[in-house]
């Protein structure tokens, strides 16, 4: 049967022809082959598990994060809406996907408050998991682009697409004729990792919760590509909402790869970095840090202070206060606000009680959040 999994995995085998062992290496996924996260279906029944993923249990945390808008309140309601219409059409259960969708709001608030220009963007999000900031961007009438390496996600996010969008959608998995500006564009991961192929015009790269999950080699090509692409143009930008999970410990190396490839970068507040092309810039940064890591390497200055003050008992009392207590800096609670709350209220009411399938799981092994 020539049904939606059937026809991606031929056309991977297909697109696995046209790409180099390397290239298929850089995007086999290595931290979720390492951990046995699920990244791939048999079967279309299967698909469900990816709605509202990876975000359970976020809900009350990413509603701290939102700022006041009408216009993103509304824009959000209405997202959530066809979330739910989706649901109720090709899923075995109802869901509004609000933990996903709220933080997918956070990340459009990010992209709108650092746009290059007005009016309509051009956005390109690598490893969009459930597909809602898309949703969310096609609503606002931008055009959105999106690259994912994972099977199972990108299905699902090709089957909430498709269905919310219809005519509207392209997948070049399927075809390489795009029509003209649909709002939604999906790219394959083969077809990102072909040299050949060249890659759409965009204003706007985002790749949230991935980069530090990513192996050094797609990191380097997203990358190098985006330069080849943009090259010196501070009116383009990449934004990260948050790295991911650093297993291997390679964030550093991976911003010196990355300002090597030409991308200076700024923290813009805690989790959240924007990288712009300027290779004069990048270069500044990366002799700093370099000169930065070389003095402290060879004098050792400030693990030798360290572990001379830890042997004392002066030092080991303070080292306990700083990480238990009176040193240690409360985390800042603040209230939220009232379109905040109405939001809040809009969400639970759409599906009361609603808990996604991994959130039960974690919570009755005692864990909250993921």
């Not at 909402?241 to 964030?251: P, T």
Request: proline share 4%; aromatic share 12%.
């Amino acid at each position: 049967m020539n049904d939606l999994v059937t026809r991606y995995n031929e056309a991977e085998l297909h697109g696995r022809a046209t790409v180099s062992n390397r290239a298929i290496e850089a995007f086999a996924l290595e931290l979720w082959n390492t951990l046995g996260y699920p990244f791939k279906v048999g079967s279309e029944t299967e698909l469900w598990r990816y709605h509202d993923s990876m975000h359970e249990g976020r809900f009350e945390r990413n509603l701290h994060f939102i700022r006041d808008s009408e216009h993103d309140f509304d824009l959000v309601r209405k997202t959530a809406k066809q979330i739910l219409d989706f649901s109720e059409h090709c899923l075995p259960f109802r869901s509004c996907g609000k933990h996903a969708l709220t933080r997918s709001l956070y990340q459009y608030q990010l992209i709108i408050q650092n746009r290059p220009h007005d009016g309509k963007l051009k956005i390109l999000e690598i490893g969009p998991g459930s597909g809602y900031l898309g949703i969310l961007l096609a609503n606002d009438g931008h055009e959105y682009f999106a690259m994912d390496a994972a099977q199972a996600f990108y299905l699902y996010q090709k089957k909430i697409w498709s269905h919310t969008f219809q005519s509207d959608y392209f997948d070049y998995s399927e075809s390489a004729n795009r029509p003209t500006n649909p709002k939604i564009t999906h790219l394959p991961w083969w077809r990102f990792a072909d040299l050949s192929v060249a890659l759409p015009e965009i204003d706007i790269v985002t790749v949230n919760h991935a980069l530090a999950e990513m192996h050094e080699n797609a990191v380097k090509l997203i990358f190098s590509r985006l330069y080849r692409l943009w090259g010196d143009n501070p009116r383009r930008i990449v934004l990260a909402e948050s790295l991911g999970y650093d297993y291997f410990k390679r964030k550093h190396k991976m911003f010196a790869s990355i300002q090597e490839l030409g991308f200076s970068f700024t923290k813009l507040k805690r989790g959240v970095y924007k990288w712009v092309p300027d290779s004069k810039e990048a270069q500044t940064q990366l002799t700093h840090t370099k000169s930065q890591t070389s003095f402290w390497n060879q004098t050792g200055i400030v693990q030798k202070i360290v572990a001379r003050l830890l042997k004392t008992s002066n030092g080991a009392q303070l080292a306990k206060m700083i990480g238990r207590g009176p040193l240690k800096k409360p985390e800042q609670t603040t209230e939220l606000s009232l379109q905040v709350r109405n939001l809040r209220t809009f969400l639970d009411e759409l599906v009361p009680g609603e808990l996604t399938s991994d959130e039960s799981f974690l919570k009755y092994l005692g864990q909250k959040t993921f």
